[in-house]
């Protein structure tokens, strides 16, 4: 019988994760403080982030960096992730290519995000925190950080976006059996709620606005830091555990990736996967191609500008080098709620304008008829974010097909959409429909 699923054992697992600036040519360059424009510096962060953490984003020269054995520990409840062959889903395109899914929804809170909310509350705790903030929009980030400060034994503030708060209901519950304290973002806690909603009383919340009143409220409350599931460089690195696991599980099938791809929102399961690979790429010339799969509403990869912008709407972070819509920019309210972020983060900004990595956008509809397929053929509901990796994956296996190769193609199944089902009702009811932007719309949000 063919293999289908490849698992390390616990004695096999990462014990450090990998951290590519190490081994980049160009560097990302650096954060800048607003007021003065001079690089930003580890400790300028520690009033906001952890220092462990601190330290991680701006750590440039360690190609490898230990993961706490505690935090190896948690891994071990649900790590390895299975490295799966998508017999089915070949079966299904038709296609001569290899597909495999790294996947990554068996986490206990069905995403990729534990991998670094776990790492995060552990720092912090060792630091004699005690308590968490943070934002989160369809909630995939609050309830992994609601977990992992359960674990760490730390109080979890999660500001959620006001219309998933309203329309996604089962991940705040989730949230709060954990523990944590959920507040509908904009809210009357922050000034810079008070200032948005005194401006538009009727304001449905965007993940900028939630950044800007975790981060306020880590600011004002003593032993309180901030913490951030996506974008920054630390994050990313804690998410390499993913591609280190699957370079072994790659091995254990006998093959090796043509082509590594991943959905997009401020890339770090895209950059978990990824890395590990691109090592080979940066140092010994190997051929395989990346590929970030990003929504069509929200593309800042494949129409954005490269430049210093802020990571929040209100301009509370510091200055980032990156990839951008603009920070006021408004993506559309598509289900992909994890991808609706308007900037990416520096890594991955600058592996873009190297040329070691491409980007691919995918609208909605492609997505969720990408995503149903895959349900069909290998029984797991994807996460609305996942469909779009999906529909990347299909889209070169169908290339393979026309030109009969079978290239070893390896994505990143980031978690299943078993809390989404109101997205895949309105997708089957034929309610959705397809945003792109017009050039004139994308030059607005990056002018004003
Ligand atoms: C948050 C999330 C994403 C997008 O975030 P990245 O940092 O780009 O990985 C993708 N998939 C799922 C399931 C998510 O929860």
Redesign the pocket.
Same mark, same amino acid.
């Given at each position: 019988m063919k293999q289908k699923r490849f698992f390390l054992s616990e004695a096999e697992l990462p014990t450090q994760w990998y951290n590519i600036q190490a081994d980049m040519v160009n560097k990302p360059m650096p954060l800048l403080n607003p007021a003065t424009r001079q690089p930003i510096k580890p400790e300028d962060l520690y009033p906001l982030f952890a220092e462990e953490l601190s330290r991680q984003e701006l750590n440039q020269t360690d190609r490898w960096i230990d993961i706490p054995e505690k935090v190896r520990e948690m891994y071990t409840y649900y790590r390895s992730t299975p490295l799966v062959r998508a017999y089915g889903l070949e079966k299904a395109i038709g296609t001569p290519a290899h597909i495999y899914f790294k996947n990554e929804s068996v986490s206990p809170v069905g995403?990729?995000?534990l991998n670094s909310a776990l790492a995060q509350a552990y720092y912090c705790k060792q630091e004699g925190v005690t308590n968490v903030t943070t934002e989160t929009g369809a909630g995939?980030?609050g309830t992994a950080l609601a977990y992992a400060a359960r674990l760490f034994g730390l109080e979890a503030a999660v500001f959620q976006v006001k219309i998933s708060y309203e329309q996604k209901p089962y991940r705040r519950s989730i949230m709060q059996v954990f523990g944590a304290q959920v507040i509908p973002s904009p809210s009357m806690t922050t000034r810079a709620g008070k200032d948005i909603l005194t401006r538009d009383p009727n304001h449905q919340g965007s993940l900028g606005t939630a950044i800007s009143e975790a981060v306020e409220l880590a600011q004002m409350t003593p032993n309180c830091k901030y913490t951030l599931?996506?974008?920054l460089s630390h994050v990313s690195l804690h998410q390499t555990v993913i591609g280190l696991e699957a370079e072994k599980q790659m091995e254990m099938a006998g093959e090796y990736p043509d082509m590594v791809i991943a959905?997009?929102?401020? +890339?770090?399961?895209?950059g978990g996967i990824s890395f590990p690979f691109m090592r080979h790429k940066i140092l010994e010339g190997k051929k395989t191609r990346f590929i970030a799969a990003e929504p069509a509403s929200c593309p800042k990869l494949t129409k954005g500008k490269f430049e210093y912008d802020f990571g929040d709407e209100t301009g509370y972070t510091p200055l980032l080098p990156m990839f951008t819509l603009g920070h006021k920019f408004r993506p559309a309210n598509i289900h992909a709620g994890?991808?609706r972020y308007h900037g990416a983060g520096v890594i991955v900004s600058q592996l873009l304008k190297d040329g070691l990595m491409e980007a691919v956008d995918i609208n909605q509809l492609e997505s969720f008829k990408a995503g149903c397929l895959f349900a069909k053929a290998e029984g797991i509901i994807p996460?609305p974010?996942?469909c779009h990796a999906i529909a990347a994956t299909i889209r070169e296996a169908v290339k393979c097909k026309e030109a009969g190769e079978s290239k070893v193609i390896l994505f990143n199944l980031? +978690?299943h959409g078993l809390v989404d089902m109101t997205s895949y009702d309105q997708y089957l009811a034929g309610n959705l429909v397809n945003y792109s932007l017009s050039d004139e719309e994308i030059a607005r949000n990056l002018t004003e």
């Open positions: 995403s990729h995000k995939q980030w599931g996506s974008v959905c997009f929102g401020g +890339g770090s399961n895209f994890g991808l996460a974010e996942s980031s +978690g």
